[in-house]
Structure formats: C-alpha cells, structure tokens
C-alpha cells in the first residue's frame, strides 16, 4: 500500500470520525436521562461504558489513518495497538458482565460476546494485514469501524428505550 492508496481513504476515514464522534455523544445523553436505572442493573453501566470505548476507538482510528505522511508501518503499528487495547478492555467489561445475576436470556449475553468480538477485531486484523498477513488490508478496518458503530448504536437503543420498556433490564431486587 502507497501513500497514494492510504489517501484514498480520507473521505471514509473523515465520515467514520465524525459520525463516531457525534454516536458517542448519543450515548451520554442516554445515560444521562436514564442514569439511575443503568446504575441499578448489573452490567449496564459497563455497557455504556463499553460503547463509548467503541465510539472513540472508531474515532482514533480514523485519526491514525488521517495522519498524514505517516509510514504504511507506522499505521499498522498504531491500528494493531489500538485494536488490541480495545479488544482486552471490551472483553473484560463483557466478561464481568457475564459474572453478574441478570434477568436476561443467556441468548442476549452470547450475541453481546459476538457482536464485541465482530466490532474489535476486524481492527487487529487490519493492522496485520497491513504488515503483510492476511491479505484485505484496510477494508478490515472499514469492517471493524462499521460494525463497531452498528452495535455501538444498537447498544445506545438498550441503554435509552429498552431499559425503560423490558422488565429483563430490572435490578435482580426490582419486582
């Protein structure tokens, strides 16, 4: 990949920022109108928590790959590293999330495990890739962000209009 190619991709990387930027706001709006209920239910607040990592993440990664004249390497580097951190702090929130009592269907926390993975490691994916293995380079990375803002999105419906709605996002001592 030449510089040439990595400037190609400045009006995706500019559009994902922006967008993930605007997202991660929605997310403190939600959690702000429905404060005390996330903070009454085990594993909420981690879940808010979780998709600001993953609208930040989106945004910092489109930094790196805005970064001008950086080596094809260096962005590598900086996408492995991001992508990993991410995946190591969303995994240990989902997994501490799994530990706790909850009135949610087993199905719910499996495609909480899937869609984290789905929109983390498409990220480290890219970072090799672009070290030379696998092949797909940065169209893993238009994967993860994508995704990521996908589930990110969906997550902020759970935490504003779902908590409110579905009796399953109760404290366990909530009738």
Known sequence: MSHDDLAAWEGFAVAIAGASAVLAGLIFVAVSI????ILAVPGLPGRAGE???LYIAGLCECAFVLMPHQPIRALAIELLAIGILVWGIVSAIVINTL???????STWHATRVVSTQLATLPIIVAGASLLGWPAGGLYWFVGGVLIAIVVATANAWVLLVEVVRDRRYRSESSP
Do not use: K, M, T
């Open 99 to 105: 530990r706790q009592p909850s009135q949610q269907p």
């Open 34 to 37: 429905n404060i005390d209920r």
């Open 51 to 53: 998709n600001v990592i």
